[in-house]
């Protein structure tokens, strides 16, 4: 069963950085790096698929009911937000092993 929802990369008081509406479609692994440690614990992400077909994870944005999108941005300005790549912290922070070819390795640490 779907769900109408809207992802949202990052907010503060002044600005919601807006990636998009779409559909809460379950539970599943991603793909690469991220989805092999969380098959590897048993724990499948929240997987939304954006009106433009592309996938965002729960792990890569907020996310909650579309409904109450306009009572959440509450006069913010909303700019659009792309949807962030596996990042070598995103990967340090579900404990998987990055240091071996992440394309994010080399300009994350210089």
């Known amino acids: 069963m779907s769900e109408r929802v809207v992802a949202i990369l990052s907010a503060d008081d002044d600005e919601v950085r807006l990636i998009g509406f779409g559909e809460y479609v379950g539970d599943d692994y991603p793909p690469g790096e991220i989805g092999d440690y969380l098959r590897l614990v048993k724990h499948p992400n929240p997987k939304i698929v954006l ?60």
């Open 51 to 110: 009106e433009d077909g592309s996938v965002v994870w729960g792990f890569q944005c907020w996310w909650h009911a579309a409904d109450d999108f306009n009572a959440f941005v509450a006069g913010r300005r909303v700019v659009q937000a792309a949807v962030p790549p596996e990042s070598a912290e995103v990967l340090a922070f579900f404990g998987a092993d990055n240091t071996a070819g992440s394309r994010d390795s080399e300009e994350s640490h210089g």
